[in-house]
């Protein structure tokens, strides 16, 4: 059990920052919400399910390897913005400080030789390549839409048609997916 340690350690935190994610996802939905921007919102909605569920898969892979779990709380969300841009620009800072917590828990499982630990967190880094891929693009949809949140809401519209469902080889989640 000593060689997953510092990897069990930066996941068990890395389900806290999942956690924190997927409230602040909640904010973020919200604040569109009250300026009547459903896609907006619909968007920012999915994406703190779909942060829940990264946060679970994360706790049923530790009680799957015998390792003990703590669900923390959640850190501060910040739920004012001045701009539909200054939102989004918070949701692609949290992507990328995510994969940063991905990449360093899968040198931790790399160094201690955690095999298993390590094919574990693969899914994640290609999921964060995805994910700020993502935001990225919605960010710079809202700019190029140069204040007219109707165009953001348009773009939102078009591309629902070529959403993808979760990915097959998602790792399982503890009770289920949302």
Sequence with gaps: MAKTRKFAELL??????????AQQYIALAVWFDARDLP???KRFYRQA????????????YLLDRDEPVAIPGSGEVR???????EAIELALTQEREVTADIEAMAKAARAE?????????????????EEVAQMSTLLTVVERAGG?????????FR??????????DMPPVAGGKL
Excluded: C
């Design 12 to 21: 068990q935190t890395q389900i806290r920052h999942e956690f924190t994610a």
């Design 148 to 156: 007219n949140l109707f165009e953001v809401e348009n773009h939102l």
């Design 39 to 41: 896609r907006l919102a």
């Design 113 to 129: 030789e955690d095999y298993l630990g390590e094919q574990f967190v693969h899914w994640f880094l290609k999921e964060q390549v």
């Design 159 to 168: 591309e629902a048609g070529a959403e993808v469902g979760d990915a097959p």
């Design 49 to 60: 399910i779909e942060e829940r569920n990264h946060a679970l898969a994360m706790v049923r």
């Design 79 to 85: 739920n004012d913005f001045s701009s539909a841009h």
